[in-house]
């Protein structure tokens, strides 16, 4: 994203997955934190600033909001994600001790939780913003890798995996919101199946 002042020379500002000590992507249900990092042109160099979420916190998606407030969403907490972090790991090797566990969507199953700030600079404080199940679903929605576009009168319409605990890599819903602030409002899920055809 672009620096707020608009200038030639604004600073572009990024905000990523990190994954700490060192540790490949295997450990990002442990070792996951969101950080800022920062570049005098869009292709970098990043120089990296501080960490905006601590363990666990993953997938961001930076965004301003048509009210001016820039956004960060993602999935986790910012809690510890079943124990500390990993710390057997070398230059991106992930250590025999690292064990995967599972990921932690949100910060309670009826929230997805959103970074708020004024600036990019920060500070960012968190949203617990609620959800809401409309009469389509029969199940617990937990959204995860929530994407988000606005509309001008500042509503929003998000997009996000596992309406379906049962079959959550398959099955993908839209939520939608009269602000960033909430409430989100489950609309529908789409449930895809796979079909395997044995061609002769």
């Known amino acids: 994203m672009r620096g707020e002042d608009g200038k030639a020379a604004a600073q572009y500002h990024m905000f ?6 060192g540790c490949g992507m295997n450990t990002w249900t442990t070792n996951s934190i969101i950080r ?10 990043y120089t990296p ?4 979420m601590h363990p666990f916190a993953h ?5 301003q909001a048509p009210d001016g407030t820039y956004l960060i969403y993602h999935i986790g907490c910012g809690t510890p994600n079943g124990g500390s972090p990993c710390t057997d790991c070398t230059g991106g090797n992930t250590g025999k001790s690292c064990r995967g566990i599972g990921e932690m969507v949100a910060c309670t199953k009826n929230t997805t939780n959103i970074l708020h700030s004024k600036s990019l600079d920060g500070p960012w404080e968190q949203l617990n913003a609620p959800i809401v199940y409309s009469a ?11 994407t988000v576009t606005f509309f ?5 319409l998000m997009l996000g995996r596992g309406g379906d605990p049962a079959a959550e890599s398959g099955s993908d819903g839209y939520i ?3 602000s960033w ?17 044995r061609v002769p």
């Open 16 to 21: 990523l997955a990190e994954m700490l000590n």
């Open 36 to 45: 800022h990092a920062v570049a005098d042109t869009p292709a970098g160099p």
């Open 49 to 52: 600033k501080e960490i905006i």
């Open 59 to 63: 997938n961001p998606t930076a965004l």
């Open 136 to 146: 389509t679903m029969g199940v617990p929605y937990q959204v995860d890798n929530p």
């Open 152 to 156: 001008k009168n500042g509503s929003l």
């Open 176 to 178: 939608t919101a009269p």
């Open 181 to 197: 602030k909430g409430p989100y409002t489950v609309r529908v899920a789409y449930f895809i199946r796979l079909l395997l055809v």
